[in-house]
T-cell receptor
Framework: DAGVIQSPRHEVTEMGQEVTLRCKPI?????LFWYRQTMMRGLELLIY????????DSGMPEDRFSAKMPNASFSTLKIQPSEPRDSAVYFC?????????????FGPGTRLTVL | AQSVTQLGSHVSVSEGALVLLRCNYS??????LFWYVQYPNQGLQLLLK??????LVKGINGFEAEFKKSETSFHLTKPSAHMSDAAEYFC????????????FGRGTSLIVHP
């Protein structure tokens, strides 16, 4: 299996622009997670899906952030409009779901820089 | 509620020396515990996990961790550090019987000197 795939790997944009991050989870995994990693705040869970349905989006920082999972093999995280403080590494992860002992499989991340 | 504390944001060791990364957890129910490693410019990958079987858990790359309920700890060790072990290490806890979403610690950066 190719693992969790994220694109783009790097994104540089200007403040106010829309940014879309993409994720393809591992085939057969039922749960998908979006994380943000910064030096200041560490690894933060933004939102997670189970069977394509958003379960908990309490970690989404504000309305500028939105996430969708139209099918089992694709998810997007959108920031509109972007701000410099959104600069971070965004990770997507997936797992089998439904069990507390199921480890998460992380993608390589998207490094976002908002100028 | 579950939480994780990793003592020391940075740990520095010499090549060949013992590696000890500390993790203490808080959980209202028997926990499931994980250690992940993150190499530069990569995502996190699982090192090992405790799922209420043996208290001493062996993982990849010679790492192991011991679950100590009385101390609410799950420290990660390796007898002899290699240069290739330099990375960020994250401890995570997930509570059984409820939400299966893990809580991650802030991470410990392992620095290995030649």
């Amino acid at each position: 299996d190719a693992g969790v795939i994220q694109s783009p790997r790097h994104e540089v944009t200007e403040m106010g622009q829309e940014v879309t991050l993409r994720c393809k989870p591992i085939s057969g995994h039922n749960s998908l997670f979006w994380y943000r990693q910064t030096m200041m705040r560490g690894l933060e869970l933004l939102i997670y899906f189970n069977n394509n349905v958003p379960i908990d989006d309490s970690g989404m920082p504000e309305d500028r952030f939105s996430a969708k999972m139209p099918n089992a093999s694709f998810s997007t995280l959108k920031i509109q409009p972007s701000e410099p403080r959104d600069s971070a590494v965004y990770f997507c992860a997936s797992n089998l779901g439904g069990g507390t002992y199921n480890e998460q499989f992380f993608g390589p991340g998207t490094r976002l820089t908002v100028l | 509620a579950q939480s994780v504390t990793q003592l020391g944001s940075h740990v520095s060791v010499s090549e060949g020396a013992l590696v000890l990364l500390r993790c203490n957890y808080s959980s209202s129910v028997p926990p499931y515990l994980f250690w992940y490693v993150q190499y530069p410019n990569q995502g996190l990958q699982l090192l090992l996990k405790y799922t209420s079987a043996a208290t001493l858990v062996k993982g990849i790359n010679g790492f192991e961790a011991e679950f100590k309920k009385s101390e609410t700890s799950f420290h990660l060790t390796k007898p002899s550090a290699h240069m290739s072990d330099a990375a960020e290490y994250f401890c995570a806890v997930s509570e059984g019987g409820g939400s299966y979403i893990p809580t991650f610690g802030r991470g410990t950066s392992l620095i290995v000197h030649p």
